[in-house]
C-alpha cells in the first residue's frame, strides 16, 4: 500500500463531524460564525499601509484580517494547522511552516538557510519562480486540502475554506494564508520529487521559490522543468518564466537564496560581507551625534543594520561577533518622546485591560510598550524600573 505524500491530519480534537462541532474545537459561537461567513472580502481584509516589495521592486499586496477573521483563523491554525506532529511536511519543503522535530528531540529548522544547503557543492542550479503564488491558489485547491488531506465533510471544508480566502483566492497576510500555500501541492509534490531523485537532482521549495541541482556542471534541465511546469499547470500555477533561471559553476558562482552553495555549508558572498561590514561603520558614524540617536530614523537604520549582521551569525561567519559587539556599543537612546508614548501607553492599556486584555491588537501595543521601556532603561534605569511595576497588572494573559 502506498503511502499519502503527507500524513492525514485530524487535529487534536480528532475528526471534524460536522459545524457544530467545528465551532466547539474553534471555541466560536454558530451566530459569529454565520456573521463571518456573510462578510464580503472588502469587509473582511482591508489592504496593509505599507506594501511588501518584491524582488523586481513592485509592490506586493498583503492584507489585514478584520478583528472577528484574525481571531478565528488563528484559532484554524493553533487548533487545526499547528497541532504539533499533525502533518509530516516534507523535507524538500522550507519557508512558512514550523521548524520540525527529528527523530531524537533535535530542532531541524526550516529557514532559508537550511534550504541552501540541501544544495552544496552543486555544479548546476535550475531556478523557478511561481507567479504571484497566493493569487493563483484558488478555492477549488483549499477545498482539496480540507477534504482529501484532512478528510473533513464537505460542510466543514467549505465553511473552513470560505473563512481562509479573500474572494476567491489566497490573500497575502492571512494568518492561514502560509500554510495552506505550503499545502497546496500536497498530492502531486512528492510524485513529482521522486522522480527528479531518480535522475540524481536535489529539489526544494521555499515557499514559491523551486530550486533543482546538480552535481554536474552544465547539467540539461529540460525534463526537470517540464516535470515542474506540469506540477504547477494541473493547479493552475503559472510559472514567471522571465526568472527562471539556468546557472553552471562554470559560468558563474552559484547562489541560492542569496547564500553561495558551492561548498561544503552555505556561505555569504564576500560582497554581501563588506557591504554588511559597511553598514556597521555607517551606523557608527552616525551614532557620533549623539542628538540623531535618539531619531526614529537612526533606530530603524540600526536594526536593519542588526538584521543584517544577524545574517553572518546564521551562516556561522567569523566576523558576526566582531560586527556585533561594535553595533551594540552605539545602540540606540531613548528620546523625550519615548518617555511620554510610554506614559499615555500605559494609561491607555491600563483602562483597557479588563475589556480587551485578552485581545491581538492590546497584545502587540503591549509588547511595543515593552520594547520601549527597554529602551527607556539604556539612559533612565530608576525610571524604566517604575514604570515596569506598573505594566506587570496590565500583562495580557493570552492572544484571541
Not at 32 to 50: E, T
Not at 164 to 184: E, F, H, R, V
Not at 288 to 296: E, G, I, K, L, Q
Amino acid at each position: 500500500m502506498k503511502s499519502k505524500p503527507y500524513s492525514s491530519m485530524r487535529g487534536s480534537n480528532g475528526p471534524i463531524r460536522n459545524l457544530d462541532h467545528l465551532c466547539t474545537i474553534l471555541d466560536v459561537e454558530r451566530r459569529v460564525l454565520d456573521r463571518v461567513l456573510a462578510m464580503p472580502g472588502s469587509q473582511r481584509y482591508a489592504l496593509a499601509r505599507s506594501r511588501a516589495a518584491k524582488s523586481d521592486g513592485s509592490a506586493r499586496e498583503v492584507f489585514n484580517p478584520c478583528r472577528e477573521v484574525r481571531r478565528i483563523q488563528l484559532k484554524i491554525v493553533k487548533r487545526i494547522l499547528k497541532v504539533p506532529g499533525a502533518v509530516r511536511w516534507h523535507d524538500f519543503l522550507y519557508g512558512s511552516m514550523p521548524n520540525q522535530i527529528d527523530a531524537h528531540g533535535n530542532e531541524l529548522k526550516k529557514d532559508y538557510v537550511t534550504c541552501a544547503a540541501q544544495h552544496c557543492d552543486a555544479r548546476s542550479v535550475l531556478k523557478i519562480d511561481i507567479k504571484d503564488f497566493f493569487g493563483n491558489i484558488h478555492s477549488d485547491t483549499i477545498m482539496r486540502i480540507w477534504t482529501e488531506l484532512f478528510g473533513y465533510p464537505g460542510d466543514v471544508a467549505f465553511v473552513l475554506t470560505n473563512l481562509c480566502l479573500k474572494d476567491d483566492n489566497l490573500p497575502q497576510g492571512g494568518i492561514t494564508s502560509s500554510y495552506l500555500a505550503m499545502l497546496c501541492l500536497f498530492d502531486l509534490e512528492a510524485k513529482t520529487v521522486a522522480t527528479l531523485r531518480l535522475k540524481g537532482l536535489r529539489y526544494t521549495r521555499y515557499v514559491d521559490d523551486i530550486t533543482i541541482s546538480s552535481p554536474l556542471s552544465n547539467y540539461d534541465f529540460e525534463l526537470a522543468l517540464a516535470l515542474v511546469r506540469a506540477m504547477l499547470i494541473s493547479r493552475a500555477l503559472p510559472i514567471n518564466e522571465s526568472k527562471v533561471k539556468r546557472v553552471s559553476l562554470s559560468t558563474e558562482a552559484i547562489t541560492v537564496h542569496g547564500l553561495r552553495v558551492n561548498f561544503e555549508t552555505p556561505r555569504l558572498p564576500a560582497a554581501e560581507v563588506g557591504r554588511i561590514r559597511a553598514s556597521v561603520k555607517t551606523i557608527e558614524l552616525l551614532a557620533a551625534d549623539t542628538s540623531f540617536s535618539s531619531t526614529p530614523g537612526f533606530r530603524k537604520s540600526f536594526n536593519k543594520c542588526m538584521g543584517r549582521v544577524n545574517k553572518l551569525k546564521r551562516v556561522g561567519h567569523s566576523q558576526h561577533s566582531k560586527l556585533l559587539k561594535r553595533l551594540q556599543a552605539v545602540r540606540p537612546l531613548p528620546s523625550r518622546r519615548d518617555i511620554k508614548k510610554a506614559v499615555a501607553s500605559i494609561r491607555t492599556l491600563s483602562a483597557e485591560f479588563h475589556s480587551r486584555g485578552n485581545t491581538f491588537g492590546y497584545r502587540k501595543r503591549y509588547y511595543i510598550l515593552m520594547e520601549r521601556l527597554n529602551l527607556i532603561a539604556r539612559s533612565h534605569k530608576e525610571l524604566a524600573a517604575m514604570l515596569r511595576a506598573h505594566v506587570k497588572r496590565i500583562k495580557p494573559s493570552y492572544v484571541d
